[in-house]
């Protein structure tokens, strides 16, 4: 198998029950022992999901370690890129296929690394498919 990308919806599926899902579910057991690629933004994105989801008291803490730990036991690997590099490569694929900038740079790096993709994401899955990349079945 190539190296996957996961976006955020993927990974808090994982986290919170009333978003769980069985792609979700399928995905994490596909990745055991493969290398998951993100983009820097993610970590970012998933921490604050989990802040609103506590604020708004969808988790517990308890539920939130658990979810850390079962992160850190995946092979996640952060890409970095330059800010030119970054926006310079988000910017055309958010504006040709109406994407987010947050759902560009999934796509960028899927692109860019000639990986698989797994999100939950409509959109993102359609521009995935019109750009030539995989969705992880």
């Known amino acids: ?20 899902s069985e792609y979700a579910d399928r995905v994490l ?40 730990a079962l992160l850190e036991g995946l092979s996640i690997l952060e890409d970095h890129q330059t800010v030119g590099e970054s926006v310079g490569n988000v910017l055309p ?6 994407l987010s900038a947050y759902d560009a740079a999934y ?3 899927a692109i860019r690394t000639n990986a698989q993709l797994a999100t939950l994401g409509r959109a993102l899955q359609k521009a995935a498919r019109r750009s030539g990349i995989a969705i992880l079945p």
């Open 1 to 20: 198998m190539s190296d996957v990308v996961i976006d955020a919806s993927v990974a808090l599926a994982w986290c919170l029950p009333d978003e769980g």
């Open 29 to 68: 057991v596909a990745l055991k022992g493969q290398t998951v690629l993100v983009p820097a933004v993610w970590a970012l994105e998933v921490a604050n999901a989990m802040l609103v989801a506590e604020r708004r008291k969808r988790l517990k803490e308890p539920e939130i370690l658990r979810f850390v």
């Open 93 to 98: 694929l958010a504006r040709d296929y109406g």
């Open 107 to 109: 796509l960028e790096l």
